[in-house]
């Protein structure tokens, strides 16, 4: 069992999770802890979604094994960019390195993941998109209590280094196997998914709550672990909890409702995968005006919009394409 492609990959997730979660979960208040707005650390976001669009546009064919080895070296370059570079400037440029995984990961990842098996796509999605989430409860209070007690350095020279032991425990799992694609044969081979991708991508986005005020000396360590802890629950409550309270209602998941009806599962991922960064950098333009038109709550009230529209438009495709 445990040398089944299958259990292969979902290793590498654990591992590769477990990095990102070191790596991620204090972004912001080491942001706002470095001087950067809330406009700024909103815009570093945008630059993490652009970068995997302009990828697959470029890119017409890529070999899975070297590709993820590739995504995990940049990340681990981004923890040290970060860990010794602590300004603005370089902050963008370790949110672009990060933003290539979206790509270079999570493309030959998922292509992989779901070839394995064509049928109970939706179980499979359940304990894909449950492993994050479940992990979500304990890292990123970690996270905070290596920032607070050994301080941001060190939590991201442990982030590059989880990141460089992912890459040869991947190496290990996953076989190399070359892909090729055409971005405009994606599109059309989530024709009917469109829609829901990008509404996907428009309400997954999420900042963390701060208060924009730049910590009080002496309390910083203290917001570290408490965002961490408070971010952590909430991803755990919503993410898991979504998974199983909503099992019944929205399986096939979304990610299984693509290879429940894909003819070719490269482009159909390809496709998604497009229109849902296009849903989160539109989120990120109309977010940012509102926050600065409004304030946070605003752009978090939009977001709420948008996932409760989701969950009826997501039923309305899933019964259309029965039918078809």
């Known amino acids: 069992m445990g040398s089944s492609p299958f259990m292969r990959l979902i290793s590498v ?9 070191l790596m991620a979960s204090l972004y912001e208040p080491y942001f706002l802890g470095i001087g950067m707005t809330m406009a700024q650390i909103i815009l570093t976001s945008a630059f993490a979604f652009i970068v995997p669009l302009l990828m697959i546009i470029f890119i017409r064919k890529f070999e899975a094994r070297q590709c993820i080895s590739l995504g995990l070296f940049i990340s681990a370059l981004a923890c040290i960019v970060l860990a010794f570079f602590p300004n603005t400037e370089a902050s963008f440029i370790a949110r672009a390195m990060a933003g290539t995984v979206t790509f270079l990961f999570w493309m ?21 998109y449950s492993i994050f989430p479940v992990l979500s409860l304990g890292l990123p209070a970690l996270a905070g209590w290596i920032a607070a007690a050994f301080g ?51 309400s997954i986005l999420s900042i963390t709550c701060i208060h924009r005020a730049r910590h009080r000396p002496g309390r910083q360590e203290a917001v570290a672990v408490f965002t961490s802890l ?30 429940d009806n894909s003819k070719n599962i490269v482009n159909s991922m390809i496709g998604r995968e497009i229109m ?39 039923e309305l495709k899933r019964k259309a394409l029965d039918k078809c």
């Not at 992989?112 to 999605?125: F, T």
């Not at 982030?159 to 055409?182: C, E, H, N």
Request: charged share 10%.
């Open 13 to 21: 997730s654990v591992f590769y999770n477990v990095s990102t979660l």
């Open 108 to 128: 030959p990842f998922n292509i992989m993941y779901y070839r394995h098996s064509k049928k109970d796509n939706g179980v499979l999605g359940s304990i894909y």
């Open 152 to 202: 941001y350095p060190t939590l991201f020279i442990l982030s590059g280094a989880a990141m460089i032991a992912t890459l040869f425990w991947a190496r290990a799992k996953v076989k190399p196997k070359i892909y090729q694609y055409d971005w405009k044969a994606s599109l059309k081979s989530v024709a009917g998914l469109r829609t829901l991708f990008f509404i996907e991508g428009f």
């Open 230 to 259: 408070s971010s952590g629950m909430a991803m755990f409550f919503l993410g898991y909890g979504a998974v199983s309270f909503f099992r019944g209602v929205l399986l096939p998941l979304p990610l299984a409702l693509t290879v």
């Open 276 to 314: 849902i960064d296009l849903g989160r950098v539109c989120a990120i333009g109309i977010g940012a005006l509102l926050v600065f038109l409004f304030d946070i709550r605003a752009m978090l009230i939009m977001q709420t919009i948008a996932a409760v529209i989701y969950i009826p438009l997501f």
